[in-house]
């Protein structure tokens, strides 16, 4: 998934296959330490996931997805800052990792919290508004992530930036899920709110400043 609302651009160049990997067994990180921390209450029955392990399981890999989705909308004012085109090969990366986490989030919050009362979910969306804002955010990263490759840039052209401006909204509603979750300590949710809101506030800036800039040359 590339996280911008720019249209297709020549080929950044690529990245070292270390660096790739590197970055991969990064952001696989999380989800790996997750696993061992699973296994180990499976297999000893310890209390490595705290008194209720489902809800951290689900806190765990939302905020993981939340993280990756803000890092992947830092990517482009970091490569104009550092004038680092090599920076724009982790974006689809950080993207599609986004996408994973969420799915990861949402298959915690299907299997193991409703168990076998899937039908539950349409209800929660129905009623519970942090739900229904999660779930929309979720399926709003869905066509995000199909149509990451190049190949759908091609087919799409100009239609796919359009789309991709998707993920300001994502943003919105990904902070807000987390914000209406969370029942009495806001600094968390606020710390990522207000980084978004930095994000967000950059490129709206930088759109203005290249606005009055062109029409300055005229």
Known sequence: MVLS???????????????????HLAALCPALWLGWQVAEVWRTGSAALGADPVAAIEHFTGLWALRMLLLALAITPLRRLAGQPLLLQF????????????????AAYLVLDLGSYWHQLFEDI???????????????LVPL???STRGWMRRLGRRWGQLHRLVYAIGVLAVLHFWWLVKSDLREPALYAAILALLLGWRLWARLFSARRTAAAR
């Open 145 to 147: 992530a199909i149509t």
């Open 126 to 140: 129905a009623r519970r508004p942090y739900i229904t804002v999660g779930f929309a955010a979720w399926l709003l």
């Open 91 to 106: 974006r689809r990366m950080l993207g599609l990792y986004a996408f994973f986490y969420a799915s990861l989030h949402l």
């Open 5 to 23: 609302a720019a249209p297709a651009r020549p080929r950044p160049p690529a990245l070292p296959g270390w660096l790739r990997a590197s970055a």
